[in-house]
Every structure is written in structure tokens, then in C-alpha cells.
């Protein structure tokens, strides 16, 4: 082969290797771009749907999410076809393990034992995945009949967020969800990952300044949140004790505002009027040690109930025309 050497190239030919060199390093450049995490994830620019729902954070756009954007079985990452990719994610997420899922009923039928993990039908206790033969996605958290999931490949979810979302279901709806695309379903693949427990602990109160909204979470995770979204932080509100009665957390997805209720009827009356169960937000004191009380606006659209143990801003905003609902629950 003979080599050409800077000194004895003639002008126009070092010219054309000059612009030859420059192509070639801008289509690498393209090439390379097209694969790397942050280009895979544009479409992701708002995270995933619903984070911070049930305490339950997931941030799409770092490692090992995008980390797995660029393996082989990361094809179809962030987008409609991306459950896969993201339940793969999310074991490494929570194992530390990293693992490849190429199907749900691969991982139930054979794959699961390469990690140690077991299988069966019984309501998870842990993390788990919620395989079908077309769909594979990942219990974050139980709560009675209610599953707190997350799950990629959701074009309900849109693209912003990666077609990912964390959303909640019954037991029932969720092991017969062949009428949502998920095929039929086959089983649980259990993780070894505890649940998220309701510690005792501080709860944080916040306003929306556009809405009139206050809301009130444990996650400290989904106040940040909401506090980068313009949320007003107010502080700790009342300590929540680590068990005792259901608190229970609703969301009304027309007027955008959450309600909290120890009634179980309360809480089935307003899922009936199309209000959506988020699961138990916290637990009430059975010594009932501090009250919580609930009030009412009757002229809000949204933000029409608030809760405080303040006696002070009890009375003074019934003073302004706010109904006096009495005790909504109690705090340490």
C-alpha cells in the first residue's frame, strides 16, 4: 500500500482528503448522535407521567434508563413498543442488577431463575413485575385491592414523557387487562424489593398559587417536585404516625385537585363521579392525639376543602364563609 505523506501532496490533493476527512467525521458525528442517551430521550423532555405518585419517583432521563437507551435491547426506548426496555431499566433501578427483558412470557416461564427470583400469582408483597403476553410492566406498590405500577410503551402517555407513567389499578382490572393491549395475563415475577413503607414522619404541606390548591404528601421527593412546578412550600404540616387508619388520597382529573378522606365510602362515592384513587397518602392516629380539621369552601371550583390543626386558621377561615367540616383525621 503506498502511503502519501504531508510533504508530497499536492495542494488540491490535500484539499480533497481535507474535505473527505471532514465528511467522514460529520457523518460519524450524526451516526454517533443518533445512538447516544440524549438524543433517545429527547421526546422524554417531562419525565415520566405521574411522577411522585404514590411516593414513587423514577427519573427517565438518567442511568440506568438511558444507560439501557443504548443497548441492543434498548431499540424500541422511549417509545410506544418501550415496555421492555423500561422494565429492564427499573430491575437495574432497583436490584442493581443488570438484566435484559425480551418478553414477559420469557421472563415468567424461564427467565426469571437466571436472577434468583421466584414466580407465582399471589398478590405481590415487594417490587414485582406484572407479566402478560404482550405487555410486561412493574408493581411499585399494593395497597389492599389497589396497584401502584409504572410501565414504558404507554402511548397514553405521550411522548413528552417517553410513553412511560406510574398510574394505579385494581387487582382485577390489572390481571384481566387483555382490553388495554396487555395480552393475557400470565403472572408475577418477584423481586426481593420491599415496598415503600408509610413511615412516621413529617408531612408537607403546599399551595398552588394559579389554582388555590393546598396539598399535603409524605414524599419529600414529590415536593420538590411540585416546587420546581411553581408550587408554594409551607412547611411541615402535622407528623403522620407509621400505622393507624387509612388515609385515603383521590385526584379530581377534571378540576386538577386531591382530596383526603378516612371513608371508605367518601372515597368509592367520589371514584364513582370519576375522581381517581392514588392509594393511602398516610395513616390517622387511633389515639387520636392531635385533629386534623376539615373545611370546605362552597365558592372554590377547585381547592374547595382544606385541613389544618391550626384552631386559629380553623376559625378564621370560617370567619371568611368556609363551612366547618369537623375532624378529618388525626396527627402525633
Not at 437466571?114 to 403476553?133: E, Q
Not at 398552588?208 to 414524599?219: D, K, L, M, V
Not at 386538577?256 to 375522581?275: K, N, P, V
Amino acid at each position: 500500500m503506498k502511503v502519501l505523506y504531508a510533504k508530497h501532496v499536492r495542494p488540491a490533493q490535500r484539499n480533497r482528503l481535507v474535505a473527505m476527512l471532514a465528511a467522514c467525521i460529520l457523518v460519524c458525528g450524526l451516526v454517533f448522535a443518533s445512538t447516544t442517551p440524549s438524543s433517545a430521550h429527547a421526546n422524554a423532555s417531562a419525565g415520566i407521567l405521574n411522577n411522585g405518585l404514590d411516593g414513587i419517583t423514577i427519573d427517565i432521563n438518567s442511568d440506568p434508563y438511558a444507560y439501557f437507551a443504548t443497548k441492543r435491547s434498548g431499540e424500541y426506548a422511549y417509545g410506544t413498543q418501550g415496555c421492555a426496555w423500561f422494565a429492564s431499566a427499573r430491575i437495574c433501578d432497583l436490584t442493581g442488577i443488570d438484566v435484559t427483558i425480551w418478553s414477559g412470557s420469557n421472563w415468567y416461564y424461564s427467565k426469571y431463575a437466571d436472577y434468583g427470583f421466584s414466580t407465582g400469582t399471589s398478590v405481590p408483597t415487594g417490587k414485582a413485575l406484572a407479566c402478560f403476553t404482550d405487555h410486561v410492566l412493574v408493581i411499585e406498590n399494593v395497597s389492599g385491592d389497589t396497584y401502584t405500577i409504572s410501565e414504558g410503551g404507554m402511548s397514553s402517555a405521550g411522548s413528552e414523557h417517553g410513553y412511560c407513567q406510574i398510574t394505579t389499578m385494581s387487582r382485577e382490572d390489572l390481571e384481566s387487562a387483555s382490553t388495554r393491549g396487555y395480552g393475557s395475563f400470565l403472572g408475577y415475577v418477584y423481586l426481593g424489593v420491599n415496598f415503600p413503607s408509610c413511615e412516621s414522619g413529617s408531612m408537607f404541606r403546599l399551595y398552588n398559587p394559579n389554582s388555590g390548591e393546598h396539598f399535603y404528601t409524605a414524599s419529600s421527593s414529590e415536593r420538590d417536585n411540585l416546587v420546581v412546578c411553581g408550587w408554594t412550600y409551607e412547611g411541615v404540616a402535622w407528623n403522620a404516625p407509621s400505622s393507624g387508619y387509612e388515609v385515603y388520597r383521590l385526584y379530581n382529573p377534571n378540576g386538577g385537585d386531591h382530596h383526603y378522606t378516612m371513608s371508605a365510602e367518601e372515597r368509592d362515592w367520589l371514584i364513582g363521579l370519576g375522581w381517581r384513587y392514588e392509594g393511602v397518602g398516610w395513616h390517622s392516629d387511633t389515639a387520636q392525639t392531635t385533629p386534623l380539621y376539615r373545611l370546605y369552601n362552597p365558592n372554590a371550583e377547585t381547592g374547595s376543602h382544606h385541613y389544618t390543626m391550626s384552631v386559629e386558621e380553623r376559625d378564621g377561615l370560617v370567619a371568611l364563609g368556609w363551612n366547618d367540616e369537623g375532624i378529618g383525621w388525626y396527627g402525633l
